[in-house]
């Protein structure tokens, strides 16, 4: 089965750089995405087609992607981003994936 | 203005089947690709099931055989019917639309005796 790997959690201060991996196999060839979700409430996708940024989401998230790994950077983190976030993306037999998720603290 | 409503859940007992609804509105469900995505208390998100626009169909391993995905285009509304429930399958279920621009806020599917 095909797996995407996120490190449990992330903690970083107000105003610092977070950086959140996600690592797999199919990542090589198909696009990923990024979700956040806060407690009690529906994801909200923050980045899609690896980079791409939907309209409202803040400049401070970026998305990248390198070989097997898939980065969402918060540059300048805030209070408010503290979430849990998951990566996503499908195998070649047309099935998503979720990564397992990350939880971001910022204080 | 993009709107998705789950409805449907509820409790029910192991083996026993529930039919899940969402209804959209400010988009037209048979022209984009719709998924299903649940997930247990304190868990994370489980990829369950996608329809795409031609009508092609896709499940989760834990869930194939046993849910099947649908839509009626005549109520623009996604459905997920579900049977030989487990108590697994306990989670919210969302649906969402393409590559997840849109959610519903879920509806609640427990099982148990």
């Known amino acids: 089965s095909y797996e995407l790997t996120q490190p449990s959690s992330v903690s970083v201060s107000p105003g610092q750089t977070a950086r959140i991996t996600c690592s797999g196999e199919?990542?090589?060839?198909?696009?990923a995405r990024w979700f956040q979700q806060k407690a009690g409430q529906a994801p909200i996708l923050v980045i899609f087609?690896?980079?791409e940024r939907p309209s409202g989401i803040p400049e401070r998230f970026s998305g990248s992607k390198s070989g097997t790994t898939f980065t969402l950077t918060i540059s300048g983190a805030q209070v408010e981003d503290e979430a849990d976030y998951y990566c996503h993306s499908e195998a070649d037999n047309n099935l998503g994936v979720f990564g397992g998720g990350t939880r971001l603290t910022v204080l | 203005e993009v709107h998705l409503v789950e409805s449907g859940g509820g409790l029910v007992q192991p083996g026993g089947s529930l039919r899940l609804s969402c209804a959209a509105s400010g988009f037209i469900v048979s022209a984009n690709y719709m998924s299903w995505v649940r997930q247990a208390p304190g868990k994370g998100l489980e990829w369950v099931s996608v329809m795409y626009r031609g009508g092609s169909t896709y499940y989760a391993d834990s869930v194939k055989g046993r849910f099947t995905i649908s839509r009626d285009n005549s109520k623009n509304t996604l459905y997920l019917q579900m049977n030989s429930l487990r108590a697994e399958d306990t989670a919210v279920y969302y649906c969402?639309?393409?590559?997840?621009?849109?959610w519903g806020q879920g509806t609640l599917v427990t099982v148990s005796s």
């Open positions: 969402a639309r393409d590559t997840g621009a849109n």
């Open positions: 199919l990542l090589a060839k198909n696009f």
């Open positions: 087609e690896d980079t």
